[in-house]
């Protein structure tokens, strides 16, 4: 197994082709997630991230008339995935691992086992806030942000653990990447704060980073510029996502707070269905990509939703 940064140092003159899978919802198999994504190891990718849902909360009524909030979790977690991605494919996986939900021994659990299975990749996030509460507040004994994490992670790869009675277990060798906000962070007051906040998480040792989906390149572009100006000298992965239907085109601004160019926006707003605009999407994501190409990013990352349709028609037409 080997290193996000490994290899990326291998690509050649095209940047790397990988995508971002979601475990299924309690009760799915496995094997229909696998069967989904296999189509696109014909592309070869080298890494593969596996993504963590947090735990959501539920209101339950006592005896008393009272409501408790009862936690619930209803995706299984990314270990056990991760196994089975190394497993069948032979390819790197790279599990997300957050300060939301979790606890700082729990995330050191988490990591011994990751570290124990030989996985050499980890990416560090905050995460968002629990369902259905509106904002993010960490455990009494977990971390608050992402730099803090990446912190504990770093802790591990020179051997130090929470406890003095760990010494006796082995140094961690994680490669750890971490989120970018091209459009800024939607919780950042403004774009200078985020921007500090980019800067803490390389500072603790993100060793790469791959940005939130975005639809404009000029965007991307001018983070990047903005990132070597600032001496943030990490690679920096465009993360893509391909619109599939009209829906999506209000959808996703608002879950992820970003910008649709006006003239896609047009486009897709004049599709008769989502079968045009799903074609528009394709052909928008493929001419992004060659423009990304010719800025020679290091990989194409594609949050495929763990499906390959779309991801393929965009990825065969680049690569």
Request: hydrophobic residues 40%.
């Amino acid at each position: 197994m080997a290193k996000v940064l490994e290899h990326l140092a291998k690509a050649d003159e095209k940047p790397i082709f990988s995508i971002e899978i979601i475990p299924p919802a309690k009760g799915g198999k496995i094997d229909e997630l696998l069967a989904d994504i296999e189509p696109m190891m014909e592309l070869k990718p080298p890494f593969i991230d596996v993504t963590f849902h947090r735990e959501e909360y539920i209101s339950v009524a006592g005896p008393d008339g009272s409501l408790k909030e009862i936690k619930t979790r209803k995706r299984p977690g990314t270990v056990g995935l991760c196994s089975a991605i190394m497993h069948k494919f032979k390819i790197d996986p790279v599990p997300h691992v957050l300060c939301g939900g979790t606890t700082k021994e729990e995330t050191e659990d988490l990591l011994i086992d990751l570290n124990y299975l030989g996985i050499k990749n980890v990416m560090a996030l905050r995460g968002d806030h629990a369902k259905p509460f509106n904002s993010f507040k960490p455990f009494k004994d977990g971390h608050a942000y992402a730099n803090e994490l990446i912190g504990q992670i770093k802790d591990m790869n020179n051997g130090k653990y929470l406890h003095e009675d760990s010494e006796y277990l082995s140094k961690s060798d994680f490669c750890i990447g971490a989120a970018a906000y091209p459009e800024k962070h939607f919780e950042a007051e403004n774009a200078e704060i985020d921007f500090q906040n980019l800067k803490n998480k390389v500072d603790a040792g993100a060793e790469y980073l791959v940005t939130q989906m975005f639809f404009d390149n000029q965007k991307y572009f001018d983070f990047v510029k903005k990132c070597r100006a600032h001496d943030i000298n990490v690679p920096i992965i465009p993360g893509l996502k391909i619109l599939s239907t009209k829906k999506q085109l209000d959808i996703l601004p608002k879950i992820f707070f970003l910008d649709m160019p006006e003239d896609f926006k047009k486009m897709v707003q004049e599709a008769k269905d989502d079968k045009a605009a799903r074609q528009i999407g394709i052909e928008w994501a493929i001419e992004q990509c060659k423009q990304l190409i010719q800025f020679r990013v290091p990989a194409l990352h594609f949050y495929t939703m763990s499906k390959s349709t779309t991801t393929m028609a965009v990825a065969k037409a680049v690569f």
